[in-house]
């Protein structure tokens, strides 16, 4: 069995313990699985993250340890052609790749690295459907000028959208997002406080603006630069320095459709653009969730050698870089709100890294601010699995087990998500686009503090 991703930290689990029950096959792949335990923690109601599958459907098969009986059935067998058993392949699909079994778990199974490696199995063997693969290719049809009116016409007409779901699978009930440039071709204002720029830089710092941002919500990149500007930081855009080439990017489509080759190209396209900041010691700063953290977790699987070790010591989250800074006494700048009342819906990416924390203690320091952050699960959009026809009901049903509730119990408050999926499906929801923290921050700006 030819593995995609480097599974060698798992090269010792399970050694000597007679119960482990490491399936015959798959090597270190396989003592990955093994790492269950069995005690069904991931099948209880309530709070937490894990498992949204099973949440809504009850059904212990579509837990993370169900999902880990199946593929050790599959593992076990002498046919690689198990890993493919419909059975395990519905289970497989129905994994939103959420990482709250990463967290919650005692034993830190990680399905969401797990279902990745067993998408590019099938892909190898041509078992993903074409939707897979425009899915991978998003950050390359995104540079296609037509695609966004093509997006318009569709969520327009009901027709199209009925055409697309038979010959693709993606849901009529599901707008698609629209890219900002395919609209009115305004970018949105940001409000800018009237604020002294800083003529000392603190430090240099390199912010990433990734795919999501860059065409749907590049106000949020704006606000984001300003504000560690306003704060006297010097802020480096990462570029490729190929202008003939496509505008960096992380590989998570790729990765999380199964093209792993796909993958590890962008990542090593990235890493080496980011080597020369990696050299001074700057600080990589980025504000998607679900891209920004792939730099500190899944390119650690890609055989990138050291430097993915050395990167993820130096990525953070925007407000992960603000909790720090103010914990240093380097942040200058105060927050004010006039009593507003704000509900954060956190990303489940960020929750799997305690990224929450870095969000409550920045908008702590906000005065004047209502804030709470809303206990859910994953919002149900997780990429493309909302937006997939047999997937929507369960997207929707992810969404009312505390999201949706949560936002009609307040429709009067300010929504912030970090997330594009999340984004989207609290919008789709008709709850309106949140705000990201970035523009929300940018645009509470009173005044310099001393230092």
Aim: net charge positive; aromatic share 8%.
């Amino acid at each position: 069995m030819k593995l995609f991703l480097d599974w060698s930290a798992y090269q010792n689990a399970g050694m000597g313990d007679a119960y482990a029950d490491i399936p015959k096959n798959g090597g270190d792949f396989a003592k990955a699985v093994a790492v269950c335990i069995g005690s069904r923690q991931c099948e209880q109601a309530g709070k937490g993250v894990m498992c949204p599958s099973f949440k809504v459907s009850e059904n212990p098969a579509l837990s993370p340890g169900g999902r880990v009986r199946l593929l050790k059935t599959a593992l076990n067998a002498a046919d690689d052609k198990a890993l493919f058993d419909p059975e395990l392949a519905e289970a497989m699909s129905l994994c939103v790749s959420c990482k709250g079994c990463k967290r919650e778990c005692e034993n830190e199974v990680d399905m969401a690295l797990i279902k990745a490696e067993y998408l590019a199995q099938r892909r190898q063997a041509g078992g993903l459907p074409l939707r897979h693969t425009l899915w991978a290719h998003a950050p390359k049809w995104l540079n296609w000028p037509l695609l966004g009116k093509l997006v318009i016409w569709r969520n327009r007409h009901a027709w199209l959208a009925r055409v697309a779901e038979r010959l693709l699978g993606i849901s009529a009930e599901a707008p698609l997002p629209v890219p900002i440039d395919a609209g009115s071709g305004k970018k949105p204002a940001v409000k800018s406080p009237f604020l002294p720029e800083s003529n000392t830089p603190i430090q240099e710092v390199v912010l990433f603006v990734d795919t999501f941002n860059r065409h749907f919500n590049p106000a949020a990149a704006e606000a984001a630069s300003n504000l560690l500007e306003k704060a006297g930081y010097k802020v480096q855009k990462l570029e490729s320095g190929d202008k003939r080439k496509a505008p960096l990017c992380c590989g998570r489509t790729y990765f999380a459709n199964g093209m792993i080759d796909q993958a590890k190209a962008e990542a090593t396209r990235l890493v080496q653009a980011l080597q020369p900041h990696l050299d001074a010691g700057r600080w990589i700063i980025g504000l998607e969730p679900s891209c920004i953290l792939s730099l500190r977790d899944e390119y650690l699987n890609l055989g990138l050698g050291p430097v993915a070790t050395k990167l993820a010591e130096r990525v953070l989250l925007l407000e992960e870089f603000i909790a720090r800074e103010q914990t240093a006494k380097r942040w200058p700048l105060s927050f004010k709100s006039d009593g507003e009342r704000l509900l954060v819906h956190g990303h489940c990416h960020q929750k799997a890294v305690g990224a929450m924390k870095a969000m409550r203690k920045v908008l702590k320091t906000v005065d004047g601010l209502d804030f709470e952050l809303i206990e859910s699960s994953c919002c149900g959009m997780a990429g493309h699995f909302g937006l997939e026809a047999e997937h929507y009901a369960d997207s929707q049903a992810m969404a009312e087990l505390a999201l949706f509730p949560a936002l009609r119990a307040e429709p009067q408050a300010t929504v912030v998500a970090n997330g594009f999926s999340c984004q989207q499906q609290i919008n789709n929801g008709g709850f309106g686009k949140p705000r990201h923290i970035a523009a929300f921050l940018y645009a509470a700006i009173t005044q310099p503090e001393p230092l």
